[in-house]
Nanobody, 124 residues
Framework: QVQLVESGGGLVQAGGSLRLSCAAS????????MGWFRQAPGKEREFVAA????????SYADSVKGRFTISRDNAKNTVYLQMDSLKPEDTAVYYC?????????????????WGQGTQVTVSS
């Protein structure tokens, strides 16, 4: 069983930054794509960012392009989401997920394992 544990969420003012981390237990970490999704109250879960197992293929939601950066350290089995210039509309529970393959995808159904989520709240 793969375990994903997110950390780094919190309360921040608009314009501020946060760095989310997701530590994975699985030996398959460095051959699978990893992604971040978020879910705001009353809304469906939405794609935020993803990267391939090598880290050479990246994908971002239009709403976060230029503000968020996804990266990974395969030696540490950890994926990161650097969030800058945060806006109140970024407020959500953020989830990391491990893909079923090494390929980048924005579709939640293509992710096999999910973390419990970490709350990010951006005040105006």
């Amino acid at each position: 069983q793969v375990q994903l544990v997110e950390s780094g969420g919190g309360l921040v003012q608009a314009g501020g930054s946060l760095r989310l981390s997701c530590a994975a237990s699985a030996r398959t970490f460095n051959i699978r794509a990893m992604g971040w999704f978020r879910q705001a109250p009353g809304k469906e879960r939405e794609f935020v960012a993803a990267l391939s197992w090598i880290g050479d293929k990246l994908s971002y939601a239009d709403s976060v392009k230029g503000r968020f950066t996804i990266s990974r350290d395969n030696a540490k089995n950890t994926v990161y989401l650097q969030m800058d210039s945060l806006k109140p509309e970024d407020t959500a529970v953020y989830y990391c997920a491990q893909g079923r393959s090494s390929f980048v995808t924005t579709r939640s159904g293509e992710y096999e394992y999910w973390g419990q989520g970490t709350q990010v709240t951006v005040s105006s």
